[in-house]
Nanobody, 126 residues
Framework: QEQLVESGGGSVQSGGSLRLSCIVS?????????MAWFRQAPGKEREGVAS???????FYANSVKGRFTISRDDAKNTTYLQMDNLKPEDTAMYYC???????????????????WGQGTQVTVSS
């Protein structure tokens, strides 16, 4: 059974940086998977932040373009989210998600992924 474990969240001041990691425990390489990061702030809907495939398809939400960078190391079954120039509005619980490429490829930032992590909190103060 697939398990996703996020880490790297924390509290930073506006303009700071954080790097989130997500280790995926599966019986095969994540190279067949679309990996994505979502976030949800209190009282708000869940938002797709970034997604990536092993073939290089990368998508970002407009709100984070130019500030966040998604990457992955398929050999380590790990995906990362580098977050720079953080803003208070980035405060949220961040979740890692995964699903087979062929399922998520048409709308990777809004697809209902099958596998989710437990989340890691990111808090940005002004």
């Amino acid at each position: 059974q697939e398990q996703l474990v996020e880490s790297g969240g924390g509290s930073v001041q506006s303009g700071g940086s954080l790097r989130l990691s997500c280790i995926v425990s599966v019986s095969e390489s994540i190279s067949r998977y679309y990996m994505a990061w979502f976030r949800q702030a209190p009282g708000k809907e869940r938002e797709g932040v970034a997604s990536s495939s092993s073939s290089g398809d990368i998508f970002y939400a407009n709100s984070v373009k130019g500030r966040f960078t998604i990457s992955r190391d398929d050999a380590k079954n790990t995906t990362y989210l580098q977050m720079d120039n953080l803003k208070p509005e980035d405060t949220a619980m961040y979740y890692c998600a995964a699903d087979f490429y062929w399922r998520a490829r048409l709308r990777p930032l809004s697809y209902s992924y099958t596998y989710w992590g437990q989340g890691t909190q990111v808090t940005v103060s002004s």
